[in-house]
């Protein structure tokens, strides 16, 4: 296979992808899964906080592409899959193995096989920093304490470990948040390297298109600069997305990642959507859910913008919510309407809008204690496939979907943002307006000519000519085609 450089942009279909990202066990189950039968799993709907499998499985995501399609998604990001004593699965117990709980490998190949033929395509989440406990060579280490020859793929401090430590124990090694059921790999360790490597290189060599990876500032640069060059040499168009949640300059030079988890994009939408309705009880640094006026909403876009190439904006994860934070909906308060200001906000950025499982649903899980912070469990609901729901956002994001695809002028670059008035909010591309409307008590009136200016696409059902009405959109021909 020729080699290929590691210093290159970010594949191109990542600026025209549509991403879904998965929480597998609580996605929607097959019953299709040998591996599941007579076992205890928990009622699909159980409470989302709680231990335990519900069961959702891989054949369960071929069983909703057709749907996923019709709504626009051209790319599933998939939480990990590798097989765990977790339900999140971010504790590894084996890379090379899918989890039998979600039907094995034989379920991965026909999930690739099932997203290439529509012309869909699958990033896997690569948890690199730490294993689980039942990590296969952690396990060596806890039965053959110092004589094991796998000492040293992790960070030992005392002899003899102790990975179940009581009340003011130590557990005797370095480990992720200093939770002992997640030891950390020693990265200068040859070995651990290379182990870790032909992981990457053995799902790309699969058929999978990407990899997301998890807390990625916390592994050493080197080791993503050599795993960036065994990506591209296996698959030059492969995407690399790093969880990096604030400024990632340093990370996205061309050495490391082809873009991050943009979530400056998320918490300031919402801030701006929500506006004084906003709820607050969620208290994470890296993702401030607080109130933004117009002005303070521009200023952060376009700090985070300029902070990139343009090549680099493109090849970014945008969201509004995932796995580790509460749900968009849940921040928003149950606000629908501010819901579809906040995906159009989402749809129109450089980069590669990304949908959290559910939200076409109406589901809103999130802390159910003010002050919460850190991974947000209640935001991991089961889908209600069975069930009423409470919203169905399914033909909003299928509009913004076919939006961004016939006007990729909106994203391609970052759109020129100004005020106007305190709710006003303008979007402006070659030959073409995004006026936005945020507030919930009147309607904005359009100045001339935009009054009677062509519009191509709206949200709006209620306005008269020339006004936006109450937490509304529509976008204008500014020129002549």
């Known amino acids: 296979m ?58 369960g995501v071929i069983d909703a592409l057709d749907q996923l399609q019709e709504m626009g998604v051209t790319c599933v990001y998939l939480t990990p899959i590798f097989r765990s004593a977790v339900n999140h699965r971010y504790h590894t117990d084996d890379y090379f193995q899918v989890d039998p709980l979600l039907g094995g490998n034989t379920a991965l190949d026909a999930l690739v096989a099932a997203l290439h033929e529509r012309n869909m395509r699958l990033v896997l989440d690569g948890v690199f920093n730490h294993c689980g406990r039942g990590f296969w060579a952690f396990h060596h280490v806890v039965e053959n304490g110092q004589a094991s020859p796998y000492r040293d793929w992790f960070h030992i401090k ?48 699969r ?5 997301r990876l998890d807390v990625a500032d916390e592994v050493p640069k080197n080791f993503w600069a050599e795993f960036r060059r065994v990506v591209r040499e296996v698959k030059s168009d492969a995407w690399i997305v790093g969880e990096i949640w604030g400024d990632a300059r340093s990370w996205l030079q061309g050495e490391h990642f082809d873009g991050v988890m943009n979530y400056r994009i998320g918490w300031s939408t919402l801030g701006w959507a929500g506006g004084d309705a906003l709820r607050q009880g969620y208290r994470n640094p890296s993702y401030p859910l607080n109130p933004l006026s117009t002005e303070e909403l521009i200023n952060i876009w376009n700090t985070t913008t300029s902070w990139y190439r343009p090549q680099v904006n493109r090849g970014q994860m945008n969201l509004l919510d995932s796995h580790d934070v509460p749900r968009a909906l849940h921040s928003l308060n149950g606000d629908l309407k501010a819901m579809r200001l906040a995906l159009l ?23 159910s204690t003010e002050g919460s912070s850190g991974p947000e ?20 994001i299928q509009q913004l979907a076919k939006l961004r695809s016939s006007y ?74």
Request: charged fraction near 15%.
């Open 408 to 481: 990729p002028n909106l994203h391609q670059t970052a759109l020129a943002w100004r005020c106007f008035g305190s709710d006003g909010l303008v979007g402006e591309a070659e030959g073409l307006e995004v006026w936005i409307n945020r507030s919930r008590v009147k309607s904005l009136a359009l100045p001339e000519p935009q009054a009677t200016a062509k519009v191509l696409w709206s949200n709006d059902q209620h306005s008269a000519p020339g006004s936006i009405s109450m937490q509304s959109a529509l976008m204008l021909v500014t020129s002549p085609s």
């Open 377 to 396: 469990p209640g935001c991991r609901e089961a889908y209600p496939w069975d069930q009423h729901w409470s919203a169905d956002l399914r033909s909003s």
């Open 207 to 211: 058929g999978i298109d990407g990899w």
């Open 345 to 367: 906000l989402l749809f129109l950025q450089p980069g590669a809008p990304c949908i959290f499982y559910g939200t076409e649903t109406g589901l809103a899980g999130g802390p």
């Open 2 to 59: 020729q080699a290929v450089t590691a210093f290159s942009d970010p594949p191109t279909w990542v600026a025209e992808a549509v991403i879904y990202q998965i929480f597998p066990d609580r996605f929607r189950c097959s019953g299709r899964v040998e591996e599941q039968r007579h076992l205890a799993l928990k009622p699909w709907g159980s409470d989302p906080t709680e231990q335990g499998f519900q069961g959702g499985d891989l054949y």
């Open 158 to 205: 005392q002899w003899p470990i102790n990975p179940y430590p009581g009340i003011d124990e130590s557990c005797g090694y370095d480990c992720w948040w200093s939770i002992p059921d997640l030891p950390k790999f020693n990265h200068a360790n040859p070995a651990v390297q290379e182990h870790l490597l032909a992981v990457a290189r053995h799902w790309l060599e």
